[in-house]
């Protein structure tokens, strides 16, 4: 038999996954241009062409056995660790050195790893709600308590009021994500600055050192010209978990990293475990080849203008049919309104005009669905006819 920890998890398996699952049975069955699956947040923009240039070219000319070997360090390669340092610092006027970068197996292994070390049995890890509900297994592999955050329903900007009352002396990190997930949000520099007092004064109060995680795997998704702060210059404690799924279109190569600065308590014990939990949660290093792509690929992104048209022919044209939902400025979600109060039931409506879109209990936010929109515009397009006929069952 499974393990008992096992049990709980797969009887709370992702949603997400389950209804991209189903978006693949239905389109065999009426022809995936009749399916409008908005489940996953899989890209559907390539990756620039410099991505496949970079390869190519590393394949062609180095010496095969290193580059498809072990790392001499789990931590990654060490002139790719400081070629990303000294992306960040240019970026972001901070002043880290490769020793500060953990190459990850995307931000998934690297959320995986600044939990490992950090986490004691029975240590409270805070999220706000809604979240990206992996977070919940991801604290429970190590023993943690997730504790929640009610959603702020208004703007999704965290409550940092009822956030002030949930730090606990067992509170051990606290998980940002921003741009959000699923709501698009990002969080402005003033709550981020607020947010940032609260765990100064609560760390005095409890004696402890409280970790900020920062999970930005959307940090280069962001409209309109907002600006996403970056946390490390706000709070000491911070530990940042990137990942280039977004910004490259790479989710499957699984690359990315974690940057824990000098300023962060303890940071060379952080840096060392690390690099060990890489190894001992079964990564070993992160992949090779990918390592070195992203080191010539620093100064390439996504053409977000895709994204962009998608989220403003989808988000105006479920307006106009009376759906409400806050515009996103980042990331490449939709977190609409379920118009009855069961919103699963309201998925399961949606399924009838083959629109698969996942539930808002799966973010710890019932009430909501949320749509990915990195799809193609053909089916934005396409699907706000159905979403007509929806909308007529409700308005």
């Keep these: 038999m499974i393990a008992e920890k096992m049990k709980n998890m797969v009887a709370n398996s992702s949603a997400i996954r389950a209804m991209f699952e189903e978006g693949n049975r239905l389109a065999q069955i009426y022809g995936a241009e009749n399916v409008f699956d908005f489940s996953l947040g899989n890209p559907n923009v390539p990756a620039p062409e410099a991505v496949k240039q970079a390869m190519i070219e590393i394949l062609n000319e180095e010496d095969p056995v290193a580059l498809h070997g072990y790392t001499n ?195 060379e014990d952080l840096i060392s475990a690390a690099s060990v939990a890489t190894r001992i949660l079964g990564f070993v290093n992160a992949p090779t080849l990918q390592q070195k792509v992203v080191k010539k690929c620093l100064n390439e992104k996504t053409d977000i203008s895709y994204y962009d048209r998608n989220r403003e022919t989808l988000y105006n044209g479920l307006s106009e049919l009376g759906f409400e939902c806050i515009k996103p400025e980042g990331a490449f979600y939709l977190f609409v309104k379920s118009p009855m109060a069961d919103e699963k039931a309201f998925c399961q409506a949606a399924k009838k005009y083959n629109i698969l879109i996942v539930p808002g209990s799966s973010f710890a936010c019932p009430g909501y669905v949320r749509i990915a929109y990195c799809v193609s515009h053909e089916t934005i397009v396409n699907s706000l006819p159905k979403f007509k006929e929806l909308a007529k069952e409700y308005f």
């Design 73 to 267: 360090s789990n931590a990654g390669y060490a002139d790719v660790r400081q070629a990303v340092a000294d992306s960040l610092n240019e970026r972001f006027e901070t002043a880290f050195s490769g020793n500060n970068i953990v190459m990850t197996v995307g931000a998934a292994g690297g959320l995986n790893v600044a939990l490992k070390i950090l986490l004691n049995p029975g240590d409270e890890v805070i999220a706000f709600a809604p979240y990206f509900g992996e977070y919940r297994s991801y604290t429970a592999n190590f023993d943690g308590v997730l504790v929640e955050v009610s959603p702020n329903t208004e703007n999704f900007q965290p409550k940092l009021d009822e956030f002030e009352q949930k730090i606990t002396a067992k509170t051990k990190a606290v998980i940002v994500n921003t741009p959000n997930n699923p709501t698009g949000v990002v969080y402005s520099e003033e709550t981020i600055q607020k947010l940032a007092a609260i765990m100064e004064t609560k760390q005095k109060e409890f004696g402890t050192d409280i970790y900020l995680i920062s999970d930005e795997p959307y940090r280069e998704l962001a409209y309109d010209g907002v600006e996403v702060p970056y946390l490390t210059k706000y709070y000491n404690n911070t530990i940042v978990g990137y990942s280039y799924s977004k910004s490259l279109s790479l989710p499957g190569e699984r690359i990315g990293y974690l940057v824990i600065p000098d300023e962060v308590a303890d940071s």
